[in-house]
């Protein structure tokens, strides 16, 4: 096979510090990728679940494994993350928002907001538990 | 030379593949239809933490729950087969190599969204 020149790069990602804006975005699709694996999970976990109640219980047993609920912790707010910073896409779509200003509004929203449920999320859990 | 095409049918059929409006609309869609379904399966999965069969299963017995169930794992996977579709698009950059990883993800998705519609089916009108 030939040997292909590659051009030279000019420096991009790895000398600007990314604005908030860029993390969030970035972290858009991160959360996006891992929901897909999520959702991969939930599919296994709903057949498992219909197969009968061993199996069930199996499942059960590994989602009460502290690491297992740590990883449902990541899970749980990256759901939550993408529907916020998924909300803001739409607002943008729209033309709402698509300011600096209501770019920095957004960013705080995000990050409130996600965290927010997340922490509902889990005290609803924790406070169902017997 | 005069281009025939009207401005809406460029931009109708914009992109490699063409159909990137119709791609994008059905994503913003899928979107939007997620929000408050999402909203829904968070907190409702929340109030079951130790679930046992018997409570799996009367939460199956839920019409409400089992419909919106199906229509999650419905629009869901359609929403990341899309989404992935993008994210291999922008990363994969040889040809053989990008198409098996869509028709990975894309089969993949639709197999596991039948799978999980008779999975949730089942629990909820089979005869236990």
Not at chain 2, 107 to 127: E, P, T
């Amino acid at each position: 096979m030939q040997k292909v020149d590659i051009p030279p790069l000019s420096p991009h990602l790895q000398i600007y510090r990314l604005p908030l804006a860029a993390k969030i975005s970035i972290l858009h699709r991160a959360t996006g990728f891992i929901l897909f694996i999520g959702l991969l999970l939930i599919a296994a976990i709903l057949i498992a679940a219909s197969s009968g109640s061993e199996s069930w219980q199996t499942i059960h047993s590994l989602l009460s494994n502290w690491i297992v609920r740590l990883i449902l912790l990541g899970f749980t707010f990256s759901l939550y993350f993408h529907l916020c910073s998924g909300i803001r896409h739409l607002l943008w779509d729209i033309g709402k928002g698509f300011t600096p200003q209501g770019t920095h509004i957004g960013n705080a929203l995000i990050i409130i907001g996600s965290s927010l449920l997340t922490l509902l999320t889990w005290f609803i859990a924790w406070s169902q538990t017997p | 030379m005069k281009d025939l095409r009207s401005p809406l049918a460029k931009a109708k059929g914009l992109g490699a593949s063409g159909d990137a409006s119709h791609f994008f609309w059905i994503q913003r869609l899928t979107a939007l239809a997620l929000v408050p379904i999402t909203l829904w399966l968070g907190l409702s999965i929340a109030r079951l933490p130790e679930a046992s069969y018997t409570l799996l299963l009367s939460w199956f017995q839920s019409p409400f729950n089992t419909v919106m169930l199906i229509l999650f794992m419905l629009i869901g996977l359609h929403h990341a087969q899309l989404g992935m579709q993008v994210i291999i698009e922008d990363y994969i950059a040889t040809h053989p190599k990008r198409l098996i990883a869509i028709l990975l993800v894309k089969f993949s998705s639709y197999f596991l969204m039948v799978l999980s519609i008779y999975s949730i089916l089942k629990l909820a009108l089979g005869a236990h």
